[in-house]
């Protein structure tokens, strides 16, 4: 797979990144782990070495059998850029009346990176991001807590995760090195990163795009049995038309079509890939060989917006 610089931090990483979300979702450790190490033995041999995590993903047991999956197949920590988020926390967390809400408190983001760490086994995270914005977000508190991390060696580079251009703005402000990734939903089915601000910013500080839901949930795949519930009002008929016959000019599916179309902005969009088949983890890795044209990548958006252009 290809490969591309990491923004400004110096890393270097795979065109797509393996998402972490679904790994974890029987209740059963020993079926987790299974599908766990299939999906990351596919992601690797396909060539991706980014991997994406939450501490919240499947209430930590993502991180857990990631864990120990890297615990089992020696030596492939240190062909991995591993990512994880914090800043999430449920109801009933700490007290039973404490609603569902975001929280960037210094200690907060402390103690849930050292949460990851243990899960993830590992000494070192390679960025660390702010889940959802903090409506309560004091950018001093938490560039304290980025700094508590990264001069204990627990963390490399930090980033952000739906965070608007004037949200990342103001923590840039306040946090002394660069911000280097903002993790945002971008896809045909949702454009608003490439109306709001928010490319132009990432091309503008060298912020690399992290594409989460890159298939609209899967809807511009084989179908979507897991969208999210503002998902479920995305109309892709006519878009599906579109990428199917781009697709069957390229010789390949309308879900690499519409990867490679992310990965043709020159924001250096990053998709991340979050099935756990490992055939379809190993087929998406076609999309970093996907060239599309200026008019083919207009033809989609054309598309995707459901009326011409101005």
Not at 202 to 212: D, F, G, N, T
């Amino acid at each position: 797979m290809q490969t591309s610089p990491l923004g400004s931090s110096g890393l270097r990483t795979s065109r797509l990144a393996y998402g972490c979300w679904r790994i974890a979702r029987t209740n059963d450790p020993a079926a987790d782990f299974i599908t766990a190490r299939g999906a990351v033995e596919a992601a690797l041999e396909a060539g991706y070495t980014l991997f994406d995590h939450a501490d919240i993903y499947c209430l930590g047991q993502a991180e857990e059998v990631f864990g120990r999956v890297l615990h089992e197949l020696k030596g492939v920590r240190d062909k991995m850029v591993i990512a994880s988020k914090s800043g999430i926390r449920r109801q009933g967390d700490p007290l039973p009346d404490a609603p569902y809400r975001y929280d960037f408190s210094a200690d907060y983001i402390v103690r849930q990176c050292e949460g990851s760490l243990r899960r993830l086994q590992i000494d070192r995270i390679d960025i660390y991001q702010l889940h959802r914005p903090d409506w309560l977000m004091d950018p001093h508190e938490v560039a304290s807590a980025f700094d508590r991390l990264h001069r204990a060696g627990k963390v490399r580079f930090f980033g952000v995760s739906n965070f608007t251009p004037s949200q990342l703005s103001l923590l840039q402000s306040a946090w002394s090195q660069p911000l280097v990734v903002n993790q945002i939903e971008i896809s045909l089915c949702q454009l608003t990163p490439f109306t709001d601000g928010t490319l132009d910013q990432c091309l503008e500080k060298k912020i690399i795009p992290l594409a989460w839901s890159p298939l609209g949930g899967g809807l511009l795949a084989d179908g979507a049995t897991d969208v999210l519930q503002h998902q479920r009002s995305y109309r892709v008929a006519d878009l599906i038309a579109t990428l199917d016959e781009i697709a069957t000019a390229h010789g390949t599916t309308r879900d690499i079509i519409a990867l490679a179309w992310l990965l043709r902005h020159p924001s250096g969009i990053i998709p991340i890939v979050g099935t756990t088949r490992p055939k379809r983890i190993l087929a998406a890795a076609k999309a970093t060989e996907i060239n599309l044209t200026r008019e083919e990548w207009y033809r989609l958006l054309t598309a995707a917006r459901n009326e011409p252009l101005p």
